[in-house]
């Protein structure tokens, strides 16, 4: 808990990394609270009050079906989370498992794994996750399914170039010598030194993955009407965006706020987890 005092202090140092700090947990808090922030029913229907302009009975206005947006996106912090949250746990184990064993037994074995990584990277991720999708069929599920299958390799790179460098260290040739099977030089001496440098970069790659699933919303393949997923709520929204701004306006706020908070966290975790990066600013 101490070390997790010092880093949130570190964080809390620096503005840039304190904005993404304070956003992030301020979408938590949001996202936590929705029944008692959202003003009304995030899927009721008012077709008295279609495209209302933003004013005090609709803080955000309303759209094309009467539906009140400033709750639409406080529901929408949950859905969020949900694929942040869906992501990271698969993402991190995969990646994390691809690379420290590919890094430590190397060999065909580290070449293989290694060309599949390098056919996944070789695609942007927004158009191989578009490709998962018409495969699976177009869902919140299936598309956080996709993301995660399109995410892993980076984190994948890192951990093999982490654990090349750890695998001549002393203490694992000491745990050779003591006879550890591989599996446990591994899982017990390489991962945990892997583990900070993945968790940043999870941290960094977080802004890809909201603007994915927003994309993948955006073109109708993601979370599916009338779910208030942010990228969702564009896309129904652009078709009267030159008379009602708001309806494109504040959910492409928040997207643009929680992926900048995610970016700033992740340079300030850097800092704070690598002291070289300290030295050379």
């Not at 074995?109 to 942007?124: A, Q």
């Not at 968790?199 to 393949?221: D, E, K, W, Y």
Request: charged share 10%; with cysteine.
């Amino acid at each position: 808990m101490q070390a997790l005092w010092n880093i949130v202090r570190f964080l809390l140092k620096s503005p840039t990394s304190a904005f993404g700090l304070i956003v992030i947990a301020v979408l938590v808090i949001v996202a936590l609270l929705a029944p008692w922030i959202a003003t009304h029913d995030p899927y009721a229907q008012d077709l008295q009050n279609v495209l209302q302009a933003p004013g005090g009975a609709h803080l955000f206005g309303t759209d094309e079906l009467g539906r009140d947006i400033f709750s639409r996106i406080v529901w929408g912090t949950r859905i969020t989370l949900t694929i942040i949250f869906l992501v990271s746990i698969v993402v991190g184990p995969i990646g994390l498992a691809v690379g420290t064993t590919s890094g430590y037994i190397g060999g065909k074995f580290d070449t293989v794994m290694m060309r599949i990584t390098d056919i996944f990277l070789s695609f942007p991720s927004l158009i191989l996750s578009l490709a998962f999708v018409a495969a699976l069929g177009p869902s919140l599920n299936n598309a956080i399914i996709a993301i995660a299958l399109t995410s892993w390799p980076p984190i994948a790179r890192l951990a093999r170039a982490e654990t090349l460098t750890f695998r001549s260290a002393d203490y694992v040739a000491a745990a050779r010598l003591q006879g550890a099977s591989t599996g446990r030089i591994i899982f017990k001496s390489i991962v945990p030194m892997c583990l900070p440098s993945v968790l940043i970069r999870i941290t960094l790659n977080m802004a890809t993955v909201i603007l994915t699933a927003a994309g993948l919303g955006f073109l109708g393949l993601g979370a599916q009407p009338p779910m208030p997923e942010w990228g969702a709520m564009i896309a129904m929204g652009r078709r009267y965006m030159i008379d009602s701004w708001w309806l494109v306006t504040f959910p492409g706020i928040a997207i643009l706020c929680v992926s900048l908070a995610f970016n700033l966290l992740g340079d300030g975790l850097r800092d704070a987890l690598d002291p070289k990066q300290m030295n050379r600013k």
